[in-house]
């Protein structure tokens, strides 16, 4: 099974700041890696799909980017609506196995 | 827009089951795999695996094989999972969830989760 481990678990950061979250896959997913944002009470929401692809009405704030088997999310000029938890997960596997990362908690 | 509705919370025994169903409202998710993924209090998120309702193609985790059923009603356009031999480390909220084929396997829409715990 591919393993996703994300890092750093939280971090605190402030408004304006620029984050940086990285996920790094087991093996090789090719482009297979989508990020997700939490929020507490609430079901995760797709941010971005296929590494670098914005879901339609996420600001362009938001970005992704791979190097390997290392994927990371960048949230330039953190805004108060952007303290959540984020989830990597891919979906490479076949037969499918969505695993995701372990998730990191950005604070104020 | 297509939204997936979930059953409601439930408190069980150890040693029990519990079924959670996830219905589509306002479209089919017929073409879609279903699938579903559990977050324990504190915790990260932990896929259990998926239904194409379509082919009744199924996929476990390998943790959840042979306690955890997955089904799927395209004439209702509900989907339902199952989970036995309830333990308080399945105390959790549980989340239905469509992948999209069209987005890399994405998953592009989610229930509103529902909590199950599990206390004697």
């Known amino acids: 099974d591919i393993q996703m481990t994300q890092s750093p678990s939280s971090l605190s950061a402030s408004v304006g700041d620029k984050v940086t979250i990285t996920c790094r896959a087991s093996?090789?997913?090719?482009?297979?890696l989508n990020w997700y944002q939490q929020k507490p009470g609430k079901a995760p929401e797709l941010l971005i799909y296929?590494?670098?692809t914005l879901k339609t009405g996420v600001p362009s704030r938001f970005s992704g980017s791979r190097s390997g088997t290392t994927f990371t999310l960048t949230i330039n000029s953190l805004q108060p609506e952007d303290f959540a938890t984020y989830f990597c997960?891919?979906?490479?596997?076949?037969?499918?196995?969505?695993?995701f990362g372990g998730g990191t908690r950005v604070d104020i | 827009q297509v939204q997936l509705v979930q059953s409601g919370a439930e408190v069980k025994k150890p040693g029990s089951s519990v079924k959670v169903s996830c219905k589509a409202s306002g479209g089919s998710f017929s073409a879609n795999t279903i699938t579903w993924v559990r977050q324990a209090p504190g915790h990260g998120l932990e896929w259990l695996g998926g239904?194409?309702?379509?082919?009744?193609?199924?996929n476990h985790a390998r943790k959840f094989q042979g306690r955890v059923t997955f089904a799927a009603d395209t004439s209702t356009n509900t989907a339902s999972m199952e989970v036995r031999s309830l333990t308080s480390e399945d105390t959790a909220v549980y989340y239905c969830?469509?992948?999209?084929?069209?987005?890399?396997?994405?998953?592009?829409?989610w229930g509103q989760g529902t909590q199950i715990t599990v206390s004697s």
């Open positions: 997960q891919q979906s490479y596997s076949n037969p499918p196995n969505l695993s």
């Open positions: 969830a469509k992948v999209a084929q069209e987005l890399g396997g994405a998953v592009d829409l």
């Open positions: 239904i194409m309702p379509l082919s009744g193609t199924i």
């Open positions: 296929a590494t670098l």
């Open positions: 093996q090789s997913i090719s482009n297979f």
